[in-house]
């Protein structure tokens, strides 16, 4: 059982939703992509995921609209190595690139999605 800490974060954290991270949601939540279920930030490790579908191993991750420090985008590179170990597969995309061509980021979601988990 989570803590009511955890609770908590998970509550403020969907409450500052961006507009990419809005839209990318609205597209995958209900059952949307393949009938598959996505969670937004639901927590594996010590991390809150932006969407992951658990039965998938799928996780998408958004990253703001600015190219990352060196020590951010080190810290973003040891996170995805920890996913991946614990058996995800890792989608990251660029909030502006979400924003300025929602199809092509959907698409490749969508490739993703269809393809096989052993991959």
Excluded at 18 to 33: H, I, K, N
Excluded at 76 to 100: A, I, P, Q, S
Aim: charged share 40%; hydrophobic share 35%; proline share 3%.
């Amino acid at each position: 059982m989570r803590a009511k800490r955890d609770q908590g974060k998970e509550r403020m954290l969907g409450r500052q939703q961006t507009d990419a991270e809005l839209l990318v949601w609205q597209c995958l939540r209900g059952r949307r992509l393949h009938e598959c279920k996505f969670r937004r930030r639901h927590r594996a490790g010590p991390f809150y995921l932006d969407f992951v579908c658990l039965e998938l191993g799928l996780i998408i991750e958004l990253d703001g609209n600015e190219p990352l420090e060196p020590r951010q985008q080190h810290a973003d590179d040891l996170r995805t190595l920890y996913l991946e170990r614990m058996g995800y597969r890792v989608l990251r995309f660029w909030n502006d690139e979400v924003l300025r061509d929602s199809g092509a980021v959907l698409d490749e979601i969508e490739r993703e999605a269809r393809a096989p988990r052993g991959k």
